[in-house]
């Protein structure tokens, strides 16, 4: 079964600052990944997935992630936030033999941009 | 083209009262799933279901029952609700290449 961490829950930033949220996994086989935001009051919406080729995914709203095999990673960033990527921002795992290709979520974490 | 809906968006229930949460798509889509999420655990899965007239349990499947018994419609029970369900509930529908998209959630309170 496969497992995902994510290593900050909250992370406040600087409206025009860099921002990294840190995502780790295990899996004993390859997986996919993927990032979803979480605005308030609303469902999930996909930023940016990996499933297989170039390692640097590029998403929606400036986000991009890199996929490291050897650490197990997936940390999504972002060079220049905006006061409109306030959310909470969810790391998520399937694998091709997972039954009915369930996602495994981290616990998310929450982003909070200062002007 | 409405996506995935979730019906009702808000409900306070009285611990032991029943309801069903109705999960309805319209994007023809085979997988179906129900998730909660609750503060600092993300959302774990509570059921799902890889066609019509099948379901399957997730993560957290107990004090939860699910139904699909039209491929648009996924359905979720609870027969005697605690105050453990508090939660928020989401739907989602499996897209191609393992991609999940999500209904807008329903939040359920129980006092």
């Known amino acids: 079964a496969q497992s995902v961490t994510q290593l900050d829950s909250q992370v406040p930033v600087f409206e025009e600052a860099p921002v990294e949220l840190r995502c780790n996994y295990s899996s004993s086989v390859s997986v996919y990944l993927f990032w979803y935001v979480q605005y308030p009051n609303q469902g999930l919406q996909l930023l940016l997935k990996y499933l297989s080729g170039s390692t640097l995914v590029k998403g929606i709203n400036g986000f991009e992630a890199e996929f490291n095999k050897s650490q197990t990673s997936f940390h999504l960033r972002k060079p220049s936030v905006h006061i409109s990527d306030t959310a909470e921002y969810f790391c998520a795992v399937s694998t091709l033999t997972t039954a009915g290709n369930k996602l495994t979520f981290g616990g998310g974490t929450r982003v909070l941009v200062k002007p | 083209n409405a996506g995935v809906t979730q019906t009702p968006k808000f409900r306070v229930l009285k611990t032991g009262q029943s309801m069903t949460l109705l999960c309805a798509q319209d994007?023809?889509?085979?997988?179906m799933y129900w998730y909660r999420q609750d503060p600092g655990m993300g959302l774990r899965l509570i059921h799902y279901s890889v066609g019509e007239g099948t379901t399957a349990k997730g993560e957290v499947p107990d004090g939860y029952n699910v139904s699909r018994l039209k491929k648009q419609n996924f359905l979720l029970g609870l027969e005697s609700a605690a105050p453990s369900q508090t939660s928020v509930y989401f739907c989602?529908?499996?897209?191609?290449?393992?991609?999940?998209?999500f209904g807008p959630g329903t939040r359920l309170t129980v006092t």
């Open positions: 989602a529908t499996r897209l191609a290449d393992y991609e999940q998209y």
């Open positions: 994007m023809n889509h085979e997988y």
